[in-house]
């Protein structure tokens, strides 16, 4: 048997009924048209566009509560020491996992986290994710205990030769405990003065290029000198945020977060650096990189004769 039009309509009115008044307030005029423009809207209508809207507000509320559960349990431990606070360049080109292998760290650490873009206009990715900032230059704290700069070649070489992102790391290096990068990121850093004197790393294609902005060229999967950290090529970011982290709280706390995220590498082939490559191999390789590392070869020549080198 089924029940008439007036008795479903009497049901729906009596749940609008009950729904709290500031629902009504905030709902109505801004999610609910008005029933006398549309003379032929029943009131069930009305009262399931409301309810629809509660369960979403609800819906939103608990998702909110199951992301903080899952990063307490994440976290396991808790980390002693003074809040962290971690700047991140992020900038159009950039490839995502230099960013995000050490940002995932980072965040089971407890890190405040700023991801910092020239604006506030998400920035496209190596795999078109877009990133969008949390933070310009004008909103990123002065003092900071990490300076981190991803990689992504393209992207790179439009940040040598950006005075603005240059500008930023000159700005925030003094105040930082550790100045770092990933893969390319650090022809970033040197362009911007900041590895001259250091030892440092970068992804095999261009790492030849550091010694021209007066850095000390290394091959080293993770190179620390000083309070400078730098990372090899993509996937070295889970190596040198585990490093990073030891340093910031202890290596027991980096030990942890390795287990948390089942960091033990058992590649299937041993093809992912050039001291396993045959050199005629390598030779084809650099060869189909020729004219994206030119244009890196001459960001580095303009960055040592701006730098006086």
């Known amino acids: ?18 729904i709290n008044p500031s629902y009504k307030e905030t709902i ?53 020491g003074p809040p962290i606070k971690i700047a991140m360049l992020v900038y159009p080109n950039m490839v995502l996992q230099d960013l995000v292998g050490p940002q995932t760290i980072f965040k089971i650490l407890g890190a405040e986290i700023h991801l910092v873009g020239m604006t506030m ?5 190596d795999v078109g994710i877009p990133v969008p900032p949390t933070d310009t230059p004008a909103t990123c704290p002065q003092e900071l205990d990490v300076l981190f ?5 393209m992207g790179t070489i439009a940040c040598m030769n950006d005075p603005n992102v240059l500008t930023f790391l000159i700005s925030r290096a003094p105040h930082s405990r ?3 990068s990933v893969c390319t990121g650090s022809l970033i850093l040197a362009a911007a003065g900041l590895l001259e004197g250091y030892k440092a790393t970068s992804h095999w294609g261009v ?13 080293e999967r993770v190179v620390q000198d000083r309070n400078r ?26 030990e942890h977060i390795q287990l948390i995220i089942q960091y033990a590498p058992q590649p299937p082939f041993h093809h992912g650096d050039p001291s396993e490559i045959p050199e005629a191999q390598m030779a084809l390789e650099r060869s189909h ?10 960001a580095a020549q303009t960055a040592s004769k701006r730098l006086k080198l």
């Open 1 to 18: 048997m089924t029940k008439s039009n007036s008795s479903l309509e009497g049901g729906s009115c009596a749940v609008f009924a009950q």
């Open 28 to 80: 109505m005029p801004n999610l609910l048209p008005d029933a006398s423009a549309l003379p032929g809207l029943k009131r069930r209508a009305l009262a399931t566009l409301a309810m629809a809207s509660i369960v979403s507000e609800r819906a939103q509320a608990a998702t909110t509560s199951s992301e903080k559960e899952h990063m307490a349990h994440m976290q396991g431990m808790k980390f002693s």
């Open 121 to 125: 206009t998400p920035v496209s990715t």
């Open 149 to 153: 700069v991803p990689g992504g070649l």
């Open 178 to 180: 550790f100045i770092t």
């Open 207 to 219: 790492v030849d290029l550091l010694p021209l902005m007066g850095a000390i060229e290394s091959h």
């Open 229 to 254: 950290i730098t990372g090899g090529g993509v996937t070295a970011g889970l190596d040198f945020g585990l490093t990073l982290a030891a340093q910031l709280r202890g290596q027991a706390a980096a």
């Open 289 to 298: 990189r020729a004219w994206m590392d030119g244009k890196a070869l001459q």
